[in-house]
Every structure is written in C-alpha cells, then in structure tokens.
C-alpha cells in the first residue's frame, strides 16, 4: 500500500462542532497507526457562509485536542495552497479538461426558469431526462454558447451523468454500496458568478492532487461519494480513488437525529471544543477547554462514541488509541451521545492528574475570587476534594468555604440541624477548642478528644457536630469535619462559630 494520507477538511462556516472533532480525531489515529501524514485543507469555496474567526478556531480547537496535522494551512506543505479559495485556478483547468472532453456542459438556467421548472415537474431534477429541456450548452448551438458568456450572462457548469449505470462505492465500513446513476442529478461543478467550485469538484480534485489515500468523513456525506465516483471516472483517474470509509452519525442523547448545538443548550453541555463568540449576534456558547474538561478525556470520550477496543477497557491515552483503532470495529449505526458519561471520562482523568496541576489550574478561580492563598494549602484542599468533582470549574463550588467562611446559612439544614439547645453547645465546644493544643497539628487526637468531651457531657453527637459543620460550612455538606478544621485553623474555626452562634437565631 502506498503511503496513507488522509485530510480533514472542514468549512469555516463558525465553530467546529464536536462531530467534527471526532472525525478528525477517526483521521489521526488512522494516518499515526498507518505511518501516515495527515492533512488540514479549509473548504471555504462557498464565500456566501464564511464566517469570519472561523478558520482559526478550527485550527486551535485541534491543536488544543493534541490532533497533529503534517501539512495545512498553518503548517504549509507540498501541496500548498491548503485554502480552496486560493486554487481557483486549479479548478478553472480541471473543469475545462471536463468540458472539453464532453463529461461536463454549461448551463444558463436562471433561478426563476429553474423553480418554474419545478413547478411545472414534479419531483424534478436536472439530469439526462430533462437536461433537454433546459437552456445548457447540449441544447444551444456552440455560437449561442459563446455569445452568452461574452455578454456575461451567468451560468454554472455541470457534471453530465449517463443513466442506469451502478456506481459502486467501497466503503471501508459499510462495505459495497451501490447506486443506480438515474437517482442522482447533474451537479453543478463551478458557478461563474465567483469562479469557485462547488463542494464535490473541489474535493474530487484536492483529494486526487493532494495524493489523499483514505477519505474518512460522516455518514452525511455518503449520498455524495457515488457522484465524486463517477467525477474520479470522468478524469480518468480511477486507479488513484482513495477509500472510502462513511463514520455513524453522532445522535442525540435523547429522542432521534443528529445531535445539535440546540441539545447542548437544551440540556447543558457543550457541543464545541472552545468558546465560540458568534461575530453577527455576539452570541457566546461555552466549549469544552472552558468548562473545565481535559483535552485527553474528551479525546477518549469521542474516540468510544461509535468504535469500540473489542475489550472492557475504557481508559485510552492517545498512543493506546493510535495502537488499537481499526475500522472493523466502527459501528454502522449512530452513537447516542452520553454528556454524562463525559464527565466521567473527565472524572477519571481528574483523578490522575498531579496535584501540582490542578492547583495551578484553580488558582486563577481563587484570585478571581479575591482568595490568595498559599499553594501547599491549596493542594490539601484539592487533594482531600477531588473525588467530589467532575471538571476542574467545579473545584470552587466545591471547597468555597475552606477559603472564605460562610455569609449565609442554609435554612433547610439550619432548620433541620440547628435545635434550642445548639448556641449553648456550641459555646462549651469552643471552650473546650480553646484549652486544645493540638486541635490542628494532630487531627486524629483533636476527633478523640472532642468526642470524649461530647460523651462526657452527655450530648448527642450527631446534634453537636451537625450543628458545628453548619457554623464551619454555611450548610450540611463538606468533608470529614476535622479534615476541614485541620486546613482553616483553630483560629478560623472559633471565628466561624462564633459568627454562626451570632447570627443563627
């Protein structure tokens, strides 16, 4: 086999949508697998849907995500330029060797003649039973033709497909799919309104100059591989057709269809690898890398959405995805998507990330919040509360109060915890905190203390230490009570419940 190239290549249309990102990530492991290089070409051919900003998010999302590309348009290459709407030229030649060769005719057909038509038709398509009817360079004399263009009349250039042929298309997934060419319409290859090319031109003849040995996109675009076929036929390189290898749609986690950025609002996750700030509405939906996920993790998550390690392993560094990918294990079938199972990806990586990490991550939470702590305090309080969390921006919801005391008190738990007895509890317990030498320097003794002192008073401990983390945290929650004392101190500790004995009534 010769050496595998395969290409992404997106439009900068707005923001790269996760989708995407997995059909990029299905390219690299299987260009790194294979020894392979892979490309990043921009397919900004339709000028009408240009997004400004676009472009570079794309490319920061991938570089964020650790997909390498070999050649593209930040990388250059060989096979330079690696921007569509750069190689108009490229295309004018192809579609005159099209032209010239009868696999391809100009058509002058206006809007307005076009929808008429429709009406007229039902179900009509431009094609090889009603390409007559129409005005195009097969119904015009070759003069009429000329005149028109030297007048500057508009007018696209179409493929010219034979009926009642099967156009075979092996899929690497889906195995041989075979359309009969009657279905499919004569496709516009290059409007003269711009002198780009449309979609299928530009990619026939990127991927064939462009040496690309394997075309891995979705399932949507399966309807258009029989036409770039038949494109590949019409200039006579069959022998350099890459394969072809359809991936499952993305679907939504509930209900049916293709998962959209509208799911993600409705149910709150994300559906972009970065922040997108919309430059028409100023719009801004969140991504990934802000809400706190791991590069790797998402990397790991998308890779399990739609192919499967043939084990029960679920854990993959990105090497291990490299070793192991291969399209017999990709599904046919859409992959619902679990945002759930995200966060657990994201958990497990959490977990194994060195604390050092973590704190450097949280401290910009903490300086936001007016919090200037030290950093071995910090990597206690991270270290006693990650199990708790899913994404590093939970981390201050979560440990809030080992750097700030509480302002309010949770009336549930205030309501439920503090009794008509608590106050003057509360107080003997602090007297009791004050005579302690040893209530912060030795966690363990100050816990067999303090519930020595409890029995000998002869109250209950669940009313006396309830009540004690609601003066600490503000409401029932938090970690063992006397890892927390241990980090705040036993002077913030007296201070916390003097302030909750105060306030509380």
Sequence with gaps: MSKVRVRFAPSPTGPLHIGGVRTALYNYLFAKQNGGDMLLRIEDTDSGRFVPGAEEYITDSLEWLGIKIDEGVREGGPFAPYRQSERKAIYKQHVDQLLNAGKAYIAFDTPAELEAKRTEIKNFQYDASTRGLMTNSLTLSPEEVQKRIQNSEQYVVRIKIEPNEEVHVQDIIR?????????????????????????????????????????????????????????????????????????????????????????????????????????????????????????EAVINFLALLGWHAGSDQEIFSMDELIAQFSFDRCSKSGAKFDFEKAKWFNHQYLQQKPIDVLVKEFLPTLQANGVNADDATVAKVVSLMRERINLVNELWETTSYFFVAPAAYDEKSVQKRWKPDTAQQLMELMSFIEQMDNFTSDKAAAETQTMAWIAEKGYKVGDVMNAFRIALVGESKGPHIFDLTEIIGKEETLRRVAKAIETIH
Excluded: C
């Excluded at 040496?211 to 996109?217: C, F, L, P, Q, T």
């Design 175 to 295: 195995g041989d799919v075979v359309i009969n060419s009657s279905v499919l319409d004569d496709k516009v290859l290059l409007k003269s309104t711009d002198g780009l090319p449309t979609y299928h031109l530009a990619n026939v003849v990127d991927d064939h100059l462009m040496e690309i040995s394997h075309v891995i996109r979705g399932e949507e675009w399966l309807p258009s591989a029989p036409l770039h076929v038949l494109l590949y036929r019409a200039f006579g390189w069959e022998d350099t057709m890459p394969q072809f290898a359809h991936l499952p749609l993305l679907l939504k986690p509930d209900g049916n269809g293709k998962l959209s950025k509208r799911d993600g609002d409705r149910l709150g996750f994300p559906v972009f690898p970065l922040e997108w700030k919309d430059p028409k509405t100023g719009d801004i939906s969140t991504g990934y890398r802000e809400t706190g996920y791991d590069p």
